[in-house]
């Protein structure tokens, strides 16, 4: 099964306006990071934002929010405002530390492009 | 601090060749990672290490090798290339999860890739 799964391959936007990025993970490890980050066209990766799952409050850093839904198993991106410069993969992430390793899981990402 | 560094940035091979990519951090980060990305696959980890001595198999190890004998250098060796491998490769470290207040899940901090294409 996948460990981190993001159903989006494109999304579009409209400059000013906010949108949501979807990402459910899989893990029955009680304890648990979840990792938004940014990949533009240059190419390199940029984290965003981090929520940990025993976090009460969503995470929020600027312009992001994370979007927690523990029961869900869902943490989804929320960017508000969005920016032309806000163009780029987005991918999510989750850091698991167990028995059987240490380990970050990425998703496939999702392309964002906003719209002037 | 010069955060993640990787070498070469572009690197072209035949198939059969073997090379060694390099990876390197100054932030006294024990985890470090190497990942490749493939368009519509995300970011595959290859292999892992938890500190100095230590590694271990991620998603895609095959035809990959890593050691770790310092903190600091953490080089992905191919043995035999082959067309398959032909991929953007990133190089990744991070502190531990730290505890002692909030368990901080800390993230990872990224080179700037190499583009390796194999003929």
């Known amino acids: 099964a996948q460990k981190i799964t993001q159903t989006q391959p494109g999304m579009f936007v409209q400059e000013k306006e906010a949108v949501t990025l979807d990402c459910t993970y899989d893990?029955?490890?009680?304890?648990?990071?979840l990792f938004w980050y940014k990949q533009p066209s240059s190419g390199e990766m940029i984290f965003l934002i981090y929520?940990?799952?025993?976090?009460?409050q969503n995470a929020t850093e600027g312009r992001y929010s994370l979007n927690f839904q523990k029961a869900r198993k869902s943490a989804n991106l929320v960017i508000s405002a969005s920016q032309l410069g806000d163009s780029a993969m987005y991918f999510c992430a989750m850091r698991e530390v167990s028995n059987t390793g240490n380990q970050f899981y990425f998703g496939t990402g999702t392309s964002l492009t906003v719209i002037p | 601090n010069a955060g993640v560094t990787q070498t070469p940035k572009f690197q072209v091979l035949k198939t059969g060749q073997s090379m060694t990519l390099q990876c390197a951090q100054d932030?006294?980060?024990?985890?470090m990672s190497w990942y490749r990305q493939d368009p519509g696959m995300g970011l595959r980890l290859i292999h892992y290490s938890v500190g100095a001595g230590i590694t271990d198999q991620g998603e895609v190890p095959n035809g990959y090798n890593v050691s770790r004998s310092t903190t600091e250098d953490f080089p992905l060796r191919l043995l035999s290339a082959a067309p398959s491998q032909t991929s953007v490769y990133f190089c990744?470290?991070?502190?531990?999860?730290?505890?002692?207040?909030?368990?901080?899940?800390?993230?990872?901090?990224f080179g700037p890739g190499t583009r390796l294409t194999v003929l």
């Open positions: 990744a470290s991070s502190p531990p999860v730290t505890s002692g207040g909030p368990l901080s899940y800390n993230e990872q901090f």
């Open positions: 893990t029955s490890d009680p304890s648990y990071g």
């Open positions: 929520q940990g799952s025993y976090d009460q």
């Open positions: 932030m006294n980060h024990e985890y």
